[in-house]
């Protein structure tokens, strides 16, 4: 039974195509995130929400549009897939009001062709 | 200069030996500090847990946290093969606050 779930485990695309990638929790977490983690294992935070509403944005292009339908799923649209999104994608939930870190789920290995 | 820094090694020692990691930051505001396991092609998963300054033990492992240095550390004893992972320190100003990893140390334990 899977904390937090990731859709798909791998995609491969070439560039110019939109993608999306799905997330869901069954934790009850009311915080979910979107990280990007590169070749050299560097992990950034891209989004947060809070109770479906968008607390983190950080600088990433607007070819990346965040989703929350609910509190237990975020989904990542990337639009205009270009050679530098290739990474894999962490999503990860938490409770905010907690002192405990993030469940991660197991990623997304994106590579743009 | 990234706010928290980690050798990503690869560090490689011997099965029982103490594995020392270590991160430095920049930031005096951080409070909260972490340390994530990450096995090969997996999430990372959270390992130990420290609030402020101090040290807490769990089993084979310690955490460190030194304030006034800015200083981080994680303590591996009897190191095991199925240690063999990348650990990322992560910190955060506050509870509701957002994660910010180092970059990783890539451990190798040899039987």
């Known amino acids: 039974d899977t904390a937090v779930s990731q859709t798909p485990k791998y995609l491969v695309t070439q560039m110019g195509n939109d993608k999306s990638i799905k997330c869901e929790q069954n934790?009850?977490?009311?915080?979910m995130y979107w990280y990007k983690q590169d070749s050299k294992k560097f992990l950034k935070i891209m989004f947060s929400?809070?109770?479906?509403?968008?607390?983190i944005n950080e600088t990433v292009p607007n070819r990346f549009s965040p989703k929350s339908p609910d509190k237990a799923h975020l989904n990542l649209h990337i639009n205009s897939l270009e050679l530098g999104d290739s990474a894999v994608y962490f999503c990860?939930?938490?409770?905010?009001?907690?002192?405990?870190?993030?469940?991660f789920g197991s990623g997304t290995r994106l590579t743009v062709v | 200069q990234k706010e928290v820094e980690q050798d990503p090694g690869p560090l490689s020692v011997p099965e029982g030996a103490i594995v020392s990691l270590n991160c430095t930051y920049s930031?005096?505001?951080?409070?909260?500090f972490m340390w994530y396991r990450q096995y090969s092609r997996k999430g990372p998963e959270l390992l130990m847990y420290?609030?402020?300054?101090g040290n807490k033990e769990d089993g084979r492992f310690t955490a460190q946290v030194d304030k006034s240095s800015k200083y981080i550390s994680l303590f591996i004893r009897d190191s095991q093969p199925s240690d063999s992972a990348t650990y990322l320190c992560?910190?955060?100003?506050?509870?509701?606050?957002?994660?910010?990893f180092g970059q990783g140390t890539e451990l190798s334990v040899k039987p």
């Open positions: 990860a939930s938490s409770q905010q009001a907690t002192n405990y870190g993030y469940t």
């Open positions: 420290t609030y402020s300054s």
């Open positions: 934790l009850g977490h009311d915080t």
């Open positions: 929400y809070n109770n479906k509403e968008l607390i």
């Open positions: 992560a910190m955060r100003y506050n509870q509701g606050g957002k994660l910010i």
């Open positions: 930031n005096s505001a951080f409070q909260y």
